[in-house]
């Protein structure tokens, strides 16, 4: 059974930065992608970055420029580098691997908050 376990959350001020890191029970490269969602209060849960087999990265918006996904196989990790936080970063930030064609799977999530 895939198991993926979230850690780096914490409260941080405005303008400072935080590493999260996910970690996969199973191999990362049997991934087809790992992504990081994340849900603030009163919103829907939203696609913050994804990493892909081949190494390609996708990012929102709302987070290009301050975030970086990156991916370690020897360590079974996916990591989200989050410089320049803002208070509007604050959410739940969940972990989630996809191998097709099965369903997706997804971690507890960490809380993040960014006082202002």
């Known amino acids: 059974q895939v198991q993926l376990v979230e850690s780096g959350g914490g409260l941080v001020q405005a303008g400072g930065s935080l590493i999260l890191s996910c970690t996969a029970s199973v191999y990362t490269f049997s991934f087809n992608a790992m992504s990081w969602y994340r849900q603030g209060p009163g919103k829907q849960r939203e696609l913050v970055a994804t990493t892909t087999i081949d190494g390609s990265t996708n990012y929102a918006d709302s987070v290009k420029g301050r975030f970086t996904v990156s991916r370690d196989n020897a360590k079974n990790t996916v990591y989200l580098q989050m410089n320049s936080l803002k208070p509007e970063d604050t959410a739940v930030y969940y972990c989630?691997?996809?191998?097709?064609?099965?369903?997706?799977?997804w971690g507890q999530g960490t809380q993040v908050t960014v006082s202002s």
């Open positions: 989630n691997a996809v191998r097709v064609p099965t369903n997706p799977f």
